[in-house]
């Protein structure tokens, strides 16, 4: 099993930059696929980036190319996400998910077995 904690949301003007940070607890030592999914109101959930613990292979959605990065820190057990040139349409609430599979599939990330409380992100125009 894995615990995930979210810190690092708030509120940033269009064009700014955060960074999303995820505490990992449990069975650390395995190597799972983890990620970030955001979920806005009255949308479903939207798998943004994910990333194999075990190669540090990375996916993202296309909208979110080139602006955000998905990165982890093993020793530390955390994951982040870097998010840059902010847009007001990121607005959401973001998780952290994590499972034990054998391929990490960004548009299920959604679905993963464990996941975080969430961290808000607002992002003004």
């Known amino acids: 099993q894995v615990q995930l904690a979210e810190s690092g949301g708030g509120t940033v003007q269009a064009g700014g930059s955060l960074r999303l940070s995820c505490a990992a607890s449990g069975d650390t030592h395995l190597n799972y696929c983890m990620g970030w999914y955001r979920q806005a109101p009255a949308k479903g959930r939207e798998g943004v980036a994910i990333i194999y613990t075990g190669g540090g292979t990375t996916s993202y959605i296309d909208s979110v190319k080139g602006r955000f990065t998905i990165s982890q820190d093993k020793a530390k057990n955390m994951l982040y996400l870097q998010m840059n040139s902010l847009k007001p349409e990121d607005t959401a609430m973001y998780y952290c998910?994590?499972?034990?599979?054998?391929?990490?599939?960004?548009?299920?990330?959604?679905?993963?077995?464990?996941w975080g409380p969430g961290t808000q992100v607002i992002v003004s125009s």
């Open positions: 998910a994590a499972d034990f599979l054998s391929g990490c599939d960004l548009t299920t990330l959604g679905t993963y077995g464990y």
